[in-house]
């Protein structure tokens, strides 16, 4: 009995639009592609524009529920990025293929039913010219897919089969199959398998089976897709029509008879097995076509309407005869195992880091360690010099007496015994035979003195030996967490189409340093500062068209990032052509909010500076980009808290720059050893910019009082570091200038006198624990090689104190919470469409909370009610309008904005919506513009009230 889906016109009549708009840049961008032999930059940059255009075709697809053309574009998608390694003639070959990749995109659309178009657009990846082509059995699968769309027939193509055989188990991927697909099939696919099956498990005693069923058939239908891409023929053909009994079950709201949950249980250890057979962590199951020939058995009886009396059989069909067991496919474990990636918990890659750490400053105990006995060894080369001495002195002392005292025997002697040799003297004898023992001792002693230094000497290679693999084991455990800049380009990109869209001007951005390699959990904390930037340069910076052309720029104005690392910095630099700062707009709305008294004269760097303060803003008007305040204070804040400084450059009518410098994540940091107060600190390397020669410059007095560090002609700022710690300075000698850093701090370069310079280290920064969390302007601790702890100084977060000097600009203390756009809660149990909201919304400057359902919505406003919610139609335990009617039936939210985003597009449900008192019905796919003005309009709508209720 096959299921026939819902036509859904307005799903496909937007997916429609979106590739006749794709259809001439697509075009082009494909013919640059075949022509372009003689410009490789731009075929590069027709190859980025095409894969744009398939994105956008993609997305409407995942929006609308049409996985089959999600699988397409993804597939054109990954022939595109193969492109570049193709020669001329490759090239030439897939002119016909791309040029007609839209045409039977569209016709698809206008009739996803007809099985022409369908098997068109299955088929078109299986010709061979293609880098990847498809094969063919995938290509069935995906025609499949593609029929499962709205408004399309979702019978299958070609009749079921009967019989199970051991191809249709088979776990070897194909030959054509993209690695990085397959690799992230394996990576999902085991949670997945784990959850369907627990699903079905709860059948058995679950007294709402309805939600249950539903789950296990999105699960299965997720891991058929993904198999069928993945090139897993065993597992998309179990699932397949795994899913197509579930589909049955659900809607017919029917729990499983005994015998029949019987088979979907074993269908669904079956699974399991066969995905840990592809990790490498199982061999393949035996009762693998039994399991599918029973899936098979159950799926033709419901094709034939006979499943309603399942109930009454007492055995699963095919279940007293077993299929032939399969042979072992010999090798797919193996390989499998080789080319899958390892899934590591982020606590496992920290206790790496933890103890890399913890091995580096064992290392430098132990270079300590050896560096004292080869102090103590040429103390011992010293001394022997001595002992050497003084036996030369003990010899010829006792050559002497030997002499005198021959002489005078010989002297005063009794001549009758002249024949008495004096060398057979006892006296002599023994003051001889003790210093020539003696002799002999000491020669000993060096010999053993050689081999000690040659045993050190070797353990000091070792030493060094380990100190290499150590760095070398530091560098692998960093690089679990470094990513390339460039794989969050496309959100940069995004943030700046969306706010050109918002403003209606022009601008491009350029990332430069993509390449670099940094941390994962850095990066990420950058997104949201690099947004902020970014909108902002299209909103004050960038000009209109027209202005731009009255000031002789081009039309489209341009933003550049560049990226660069230097040393254990990381440095980022946002800058555009725009019209920049307008600091007399700056100046003015200071004085009006107080910041600045109405004779002071503050540089225009200073001035420049107020831009980062909460809430600052030169706009009167509030708009969905800008003039609330929130922005650049937002950046300064976030990239305070990642320990890094912000500084900005502006030049009236060429733009804008902001420097934003990061402390790069490594396991070991260089520090610089001083004694300031009479205790050691430690100052990272990357806030210092020179340590100068000693006795290099001068202090000087400026008019007011002042003292200045002056080095080549410059004259920096001079304070203690003493006085920064809040310690007592100690008294200077006069006439002797005490040493001084040259350190960054709040955008300028400042002069630290210390006391005393010790050397520097690679240390390990940690922690003070629960007991000691935070101390101001200290980054942790580190073990120093003579197990001595030193502090590590933030010198930016000692330099901000409630007191300031002289006219200085202080920026307000980090205690002050910037405003927000607004809250918004989003509420759906799709986790890709609460991702992509989410992603949207925050780019967009919004701050969002999510729920699965409306009971966890309800929990969730329990604790704080938002400014506004999006709202799906269809959920468990609670849909939307219930949720409706229970938030309008409060007090405290009966007038709260709320937006219901669902894919239900009828009147019947609008009116329903309406009745539960929806503020505003939107359909899915939705328009990114459109949902902007909505939510903007609802809070505008409800500011009143909500500053009442507040």
């Excluded at 961008?29 to 003689?38: L, M, P, Q, R």
């Excluded at 580096?360 to 105990?365: I, L, N, R």
Aim: charged share 25%; glycine share 8%.
């Amino acid at each position: 009995m096959p299921v026939e889906t819902m036509q859904d016109p307005a799903v496909l009549e937007l997916l429609r639009a979106e590739v006749e708009e794709s259809v001439v840049p697509l075009a082009e961008a494909f013919s640059v592609i075949i022509t372009g032999a003689d410009d490789s930059d731009g075929r590069a940059a027709a190859i980025s524009q095409a894969v744009d255009q398939i994105d956008c075709i993609r997305a409407a697809a995942e929006a609308g529920g049409m996985p089959g053309l999600e699988i397409a574009c993804e597939r054109l998608r990954d022939n595109l990025s193969e492109l570049p390694s193709l020669d001329e003639e490759r090239l030439q070959q897939l002119d016909e293929p791309l040029m007609l990749w839209p045409e039977r995109v569209m016709a698809y659309l206008m009739d996803p039913g007809d099985s022409a178009t369908v098997a068109a657009l299955a088929n078109h990846f299986h010709e061979q010219a293609w880098p990847l082509p498809l094969g063919e059995h995938e290509s069935s699968l995906l025609a499949e897919l593609l029929a499962e769309a709205p408004g399309g027939n979702s019978a299958p193509t070609t009749e079921r089969r009967q019989q199970a055989s051991e191809d249709d188990v088979s776990l070897v991927p194909g030959d054509d199959v993209n690695l990085e697909v397959f690799t992230a099939f394996i990576d999902d696919a085991p949670q997945q398998a784990q959850e369907l099956s627990q699903c079905l498990q709860a059948l058995t005693a679950s007294q709402n089976p309805a939600a249950d069923l539903d789950r296990a058939r999105r699960i299965a239908h997720t891991l058929k897709g993904a198999a069928a891409v993945g090139g897993v023929a065993g597992v998309a053909n179990l699932t397949h029509h795994l899913e197509d009994l579930l589909e049955y079950l659900a809607r017919s709201g029917s729990r499983p008879a005994p015998a029949l949950m019987h088979s979907l249980l074993e269908a669904a250890d079956c699974l399991e097995t066969m995905i840990d057979a592809l990790r490498g962590l199982d061999s393949p199951p035996e009762q693998a076509v039994s399991v599918l020939q029973s899936v098979l058995d159950w799926a033709n009886r419901m094709d034939r309407g006979e499943l309603e009396t399942a109930a009454e059989l007492a055995e699963p069909p095919s279940a007293q005869e077993k299929s032939p067991e399969p042979a072992a496919e010999p090798g797919v474990a193996a390989s499998a195992q080789a080319e899958t990636s390892l899934r590591v918990p982020v606590t496992t890659v920290d206790s790496l880091f933890r103890y890399a750490g913890e091995l580096s400053v064992a290392t430098a105990q132990l270079e300590a360690r050896i560096a004292g006995l080869m102090n103590l060894q040429q103390a011992f080369t010293d001394q022997d010099r001595i002992v050497q001495q003084r036996l030369f002195e003990l010899e010829d002392l006792v050559d002497i007496r030997d002499v005198t005292s021959a002489a005078g025997y010989q002297l005063h002697g009794n001549r009758a015994d002249d024949d008495f040799d004096p060398l057979e003297m006892d006296e002599y004898n023994a003051l001889h035979g003790c210093s020539r023992a003696l002799g002999e001792a000491i020669a000993d002693w060096r010999e053993l003195r050689i081999v000690m230094h040659d045993e050190l000497t070797a353990l000091r290679s070792m030493i060094s030996q380990q100190g290499r693999l150590h760095r070398s084991l530091e560098n692998t455990v960093l690089a679990t967490r470094l990513v390339p800049v460039n794989t969050v380009e496309g959100r940069l990109q995004r943030s700046v189409r969306q706010a050109c869209r918002a403003t209606g001007k022009q601008a491009s951005l350029e990332l430069h340093g993509g390449d670099l390699m940094m941390d994962t959990e850095l990066l990420q904390g950058l997104m949201d500062p690099l947004g902020h930037l970014l909108r902002n340069a299209v909103d004050h910076g960038i000009e209109a068209t027209d202005q731009r052309r009255e000031a002789g720029k081009p039309e489209q104005g341009m933003i550049r990032i560049r990226v660069r690392r230097d040393g254990n910095t990381i440095e980022l630099i946002c800058e555009d052509d725009g019209r920049g700062l307008d600091l007399e707009a700056v100046r003015h709305r200071a004085l009006e909010r107080g910041l600045l008294e109405p004779d002071a004269m503050p540089d225009a760097h200073a001035l420049a500076r107020l831009v980062l303060l909460p809430g600052f803003s030169t706009r009167d008007t509030v708009t969905r980009v800008s003039g609330r305040g929130v922005g650049l204070d937002v950046v300064h804040e976030r990239v305070r808290e990642m320990k890094g400084t912000v500084d900005l450059h502006s030049e009236n009518g060429k733009g804008s720059r902001f420097v934003l410098r990061l402390p790069a994540a490594l396991v070991t940091v260089h520090v610089l050893l001083v004694e300031a107060g009479g205790q050691t600190v430690a100052i990272p390397s990357s806030d210092l910019i020179q340590a100068p020669i000693p006795g290099s410059g001068s202090l000087e007095l400026a008019e007011d009082g002042t003292p200045g560090f002056v080095l080549a002609d410059k004259r920096y700022p001079i304070q203690s570091l003493a006085t920064m710690m809040g310690r007592a300075a100690p008294p200077t000698e006069p006439d002797v200038l005490p040493p001084v850093l040259l350190a960054h701090l709040d955008g300028e370069t400042r002069a630290l006198q210390v006391e005393r310079m010790q050397g520097s280290a690679s240390v390990v920064i940690k922690g003070f624990g629960v007991n000691l969390p935070r101390v101001r302007g200290v980054l942790g601790a580190a073990i120093l090689g003579n197990g001595s702890v030193a502090p590590v100084l933030d010198l930016a977060g000692l330099q901000r104190t409630p007191a300031s000097a002289g006219g200085e600009i202080e920026l307000a203390p980090a205690e002050l919470e910037a405003p927000s756009m607004g809250e918004v809660l989003v509420v759906d149990d799709s986790l890709s469409v609460r991702r992509s909201l989410t992603q949207f919304l925050q780019d967009s400057g919004y701050t969002v909370r999510q729920a699965r359902d409306g009971i966890e919505a309800v929990r969730s406003i329990e604790e704080q009610i938002p400014d506004i919610m999006l709202v799906d139609l269809e959920m468990p335990r609670m849909n939307g309008l219930e949720l409706t009617a229970h938030l309008r039936s409060r007090e405290d939210t009966d007038a709260l904005p709320i937006v219901m985003l669902t894919s239900r597009a009828m009147q019947k449900h609008r009116g329903q919506a309406s009745s539960a008192g929806v503020s505003a019905y939107m359909t899915k796919p939705f328009q990114e513009t459109e949902l902007l003005d909505t939510i903007e309009r609802l809070l505008a709508q409800n500011t009143p009230t909500h500053q009442a209720m507040a």
